[in-house]
């Protein structure tokens, strides 16, 4: 499966994009449309070609990884909330994650619910409540529970 454009503006509108590294909320450096790494470091600056051209190359591996982490079809909006989450969270943690579970057992409701699981951060090693990630995951269940329920497995 593929994310939409709309789940690719999902992402987008969550990551925001700078082309000059920044370090992050728990003082990881990030650069374009929230790229981190070993390469990433203070002083780095992209055109935005080198930024949009990183997001399609990390979108496209998160799409490989969400797809054969699915045991149970999803919608594409399903699908969407799930590339979103996974392009913040990173793929192990989707993979061993909650919402993945519950969905794959087809409990939706709770595999929405388990978005919320992902509002914090670690920050100097303290799991601390984060108000953008809230409204990043409010956002994905959103997203999540916006079309019919698939059926095929």
Same mark, same amino acid.
């Given at each position: 499966?593929?994310?939409?454009?709309?789940?690719?503006?999902?992402?987008?509108?969550?990551?925001?994009?700078?082309?000059?590294?920044?370090?992050?909320?728990?003082?990881?450096?990030?650069?374009?449309? %929230?790229?981190?790494?070993?390469?990433?470091?203070?002083?780095?600056?992209?055109?935005?070609?080198?930024?949009?051209?990183?997001?399609?190359?990390?979108?496209?591996?998160?799409?490989?990884?969400?797809?054969?982490?699915?045991?149970?079809?999803?919608?594409?909006?399903?699908?969407?909330?799930?590339?979103?989450?996974?392009?913040?969270?990173?793929?192990?943690?989707?993979?061993?994650?909650?919402?993945?579970?519950?969905?794959?057992? %087809?409990?939706?409701?709770?595999?929405?619910?388990?978005?919320?699981?992902?509002?914090?951060?670690?920050?100097?090693?303290?799991?601390?409540?984060?108000? %953008?990630?809230?409204?990043?995951?409010?956002?994905?269940?959103?997203?999540?529970?916006?079309?019919?329920?698939?059926?095929?497995?």
């Amino acid at each position: 499966m593929k994310t939409s454009v709309e789940g690719l503006q999902a992402i987008q509108k969550s990551e925001g994009c700078k082309l000059k590294a920044y370090p992050d909320i728990k003082g990881v450096w990030t650069i374009g449309w %929230g790229q981190t790494g070993e390469d990433i470091k203070e002083g780095l600056e992209w055109t935005q070609e080198q930024a949009d051209a990183a997001r399609d190359t990390h979108v496209a591996g998160v799409e490989k990884a969400v797809s054969s982490a699915l045991k149970r079809a999803a919608t594409q909006a399903q699908f969407d909330a799930f590339m979103s989450l996974t392009f913040n969270i990173g793929v192990y943690a989707f993979q061993t994650s909650t919402v993945l579970r519950q969905h794959n057992a %087809g409990n939706f409701r709770d595999a929405a619910a388990a978005f919320q699981m992902w509002n914090k951060v670690t920050i100097n090693g303290q799991l601390t409540y984060s108000e %953008g990630l809230n409204a990043r995951r409010l956002r994905e269940k959103a997203l999540y529970l916006s079309a019919p329920v698939a059926v095929a497995a």
